[in-house]
């Protein structure tokens, strides 16, 4: 199935709207300390006791609990800020949620279904473990080490895959490897002006359809579509 066009249907308040689905990807490697060891000991733990990751699953850890223990948070927003800022992005991290992320490799998916109305805006916090950021639609693959920062449609398809690989692939998140990535992960909002301008963005190309529809979700060609967990190639839905 051709990935064009892509069409994302969000809700804005209580309307659905369309939009375009961005290919674009800002990245860049920021200067940020290493949160503690013994903040990472902390996280090692809940992933094994009590999120129990496995290959390919992104979940959440408790935010407020690791602020208390970690003194540089404030110098890792304060660099993605200053960051932000530089791309034409004034204010919208501070307004944004932001929650704590882990993941063991990710499975190709897009989050437009659950976050059409976002860009996500991510920084790793884990040492280089051999992994990428995979773009497949526009061919980019970013080295994850500490500091790589992203910004990127929620609509499109992305894994974290082996460096040295094509697609996603279990083995290659075997038990007892290290390659669990932790991340702070912002919402920006898609419908700023700032970050639709800087995403090149276009909204309500598909009125008719949005208007039809009862929740949000990607179309491909007009049609349902998933993504392939292991290619990350779009296909039709059932």
């Not at 051709?2 to 961005?22: A, C, E, K, N, Q």
């Not at 800002?26 to 733990?45: C, H, I, K, N």
């Not at 992104?58 to 200053?82: G, N, T």
């Not at 929620?154 to 040295?164: D, E, F, L, N, S």
């Amino acid at each position: 199935m051709s990935r064009d066009p892509l069409v994302s249907y969000f809700w804005s308040g209580d309307t659905l709207r369309s939009r375009s689905v961005s290919d674009v990807v800002l990245s860049g490697t920021l200067d940020v300390p290493a949160p503690p060891a013994r903040l990472f000991a902390d996280w090692e733990r809940d992933i094994s006791s009590r999120l129990f990751l496995e290959p390919g699953d992104v979940e959440p850890l408790p935010l407020a609990r690791a602020r208390a223990r970690w003194p540089d948070y404030r110098h890792c927003v304060q660099a993605v800020s200053d960051w932000t800022r530089t791309l034409g992005l004034p204010e919208v991290l501070a307004a944004s949620d932001v929650a704590l992320m882990a993941c063991r490799g990710a499975r190709y998916h897009h989050d437009g279904a659950q976050y059409g109305g976002a860009a996500f805006c991510n920084l790793f916090l884990s040492e280089d473990k051999g992994l990428d950021l995979h773009f497949p639609s526009a061919g980019l693959r970013i080295p994850l080490v500490r500091g790589t920062a992203v910004i990127f449609d929620t609509g499109q398809p992305h894994a974290v895959i082996r460096r040295r690989c094509s697609g996603f692939d279990v083995a290659d998140f075997a038990p007892g490897q290290d390659c669990t990535q932790l991340f702070l992960t912002w919402e920006l909002p898609i419908e700023d002006a700032h970050v639709a301008r800087a995403l090149r963005v276009d909204f309500d190309i598909d009125p008719s359809a949005a208007s039809q529809l009862d929740e949000e979700q990607v179309l491909v060609n007009g049609e349902r579509a998933v993504v392939c967990p292991d290619s990350g190639r779009w296909r039709r839905a059932g």
